[in-house]
């Protein structure tokens, strides 16, 4: 029996891989993961009253693009936190940002650009999904690296006009995964000027954005505004698993252009998963709150101080400026992920599962991606032992 070729180079996922290079080796201490960034801060208390109250809708099949009130609350997050106008028109509910972030390149990819196989651009490092799509799709994923000379964002300016011209689709994650960078009005409106040149779609993934230090990271929806960018050029991804500690709830959100959404609003007709109604409405009534936000996001200014104090005497340390990632540097990141487990019990990812390697080497290669997501307490016991066992024997 014969199989798809496309997917035949593509490495095992991060935690598989994760799990096969530890699992066979005793930790050294109690197990502590700093792995995976699922939130474990608690989510709003009255989300079990909202869902016990819609119990009933589960037995409809739930609006597919998203119900009405969900949408318009969607809108008006939008409206609050960046002073922009996106009608419900031009905004669907998603499964997860995953699903978003997969299915709209299926939407929206051209099958040729410039008479030759399409480009998808992503940072390197990057969340996976991005490559799974440009593969899905038949185009040549193309890895740029997002490392310290450019301010832990991709430089895509940088690239040869034969592959920007080939380009149809430009993922960008801000603030980044894993490095915390923030993408900058400046920056926005750099790369919104390099897609109407080149005649690409930026993919913006922003579902960090509500964990920052100071100041609120800029979203590219203001830039489009500021710039009178056509709202087709770009493609937003946002996401309540981060901003408000649900990552159960599956509840997202894609916003563009009338046209963009439609045609993902068509293909989600065919294929897609809508979320069930019930957590709709919870969806609903969380993007419509920010006293828990608040809340949160004071939970993890406090796990910055608690890093900047820990690792601050580290080279090369560089606290994030949003997220609750930290990147780490190393000399390599499957040894020191394997040296840490081994002799502390402490569980975090190498970098290179997150990035592929490039003729300037593997720009993940250098560090480890430890996730601040667990209990205060915890997260300061994993960086005592990290700075002990990687850092203070050097």
């Not at 608690?42 to 998203?66: C, E, H, Q, R």
């Not at 809508?274 to 919870?282: A, G, I, N």
Request: proline share 9%.
């Amino acid at each position: 029996m014969e199989y798809p070729e496309r997917f035949s180079n593509l490495p095992a996922y991060a935690f598989p891989r994760l799990r096969s290079l530890l699992d066979p080796v005793e930790p050294g201490g109690e197990p502590l993961a700093m792995t995976i960034g699922e939130p474990q801060h608690p989510f709003p208390d009255w989300v079990g009253d909202i869902l016990s109250a819609s119990l009933s809708g589960f037995g409809n099949y739930p609006p597919n693009d998203g119900s009405p009130e969900l949408l318009a609350a969607i809108s008006g997050w939008l409206q609050r936190r960046y002073s922009v106008t996106v009608t419900p028109d031009r905004v669907m509910a998603l499964n997860g940002t995953r699903e978003g972030l997969y299915n709209a390149a299926m939407a929206l990819c051209r099958e040729s650009k410039a008479g030759k196989q399409p480009v998808v651009l992503t940072p390197n490092p990057f969340y996976q999904v991005y490559a799974v799509a440009a593969l899905s799709v038949g185009a040549e994923p193309v890895f740029v690296p997002a490392t310290g000379e450019s301010g832990h964002l991709p430089d895509f300016a940088g690239l040869d006009s034969e592959t920007l011209d080939r380009t149809a689709i430009a993922y960008i994650c801000s603030p980044a995964n894993p490095q915390g960078a923030i993408a900058s009005r400046e920056y926005w409106a750099a790369l919104l000027a390099l897609a109407e040149k080149h005649d690409f779609r930026i993919f913006a993934d922003e579902c960090y954005s509500e964990i920052y230090r100071d100041a609120p990271p800029p979203g590219i929806l203001e830039s489009v505004a500021d710039t009178g960018t056509d709202p087709e050029r770009v493609v937003v991804f946002h996401s309540l698993s981060k901003r408000s500690n649900l990552p159960g709830l599956r509840s997202g959100f894609v916003a563009s252009g009338p046209e963009n959404i439609r045609r993902i609003r068509q293909l989600r007709a065919y294929a897609g998963a809508p979320l069930p109604l019930p957590l709709q409405r919870v969806a609903e009534w969380v993007w419509s709150d920010e006293t828990h936000v608040d809340e949160n996001r004071a939970l993890y200014r406090e796990k910055y101080a608690l890093a900047d104090d820990i690792l601050g005497g580290v080279p090369g340390y560089q606290g994030p400026e949003a997220g609750f990632f930290l990147w780490l540097p190393v000399a390599d990141s499957e040894a020191a992920a394997l040296k840490l487990w081994s002799e502390t019990g402490v569980r975090v990812l190498p970098g290179k599962y997150l990035s592929r390697p490039g003729t300037a080497g593997d720009p993940g290669d250098g560090f480890i991606r430890v996730a601040m997501v667990a209990p205060k307490q915890d997260v300061q016991r994993g960086l005592t032992r990290i700075r002990a066992c990687l850092y203070d024997r050097a």
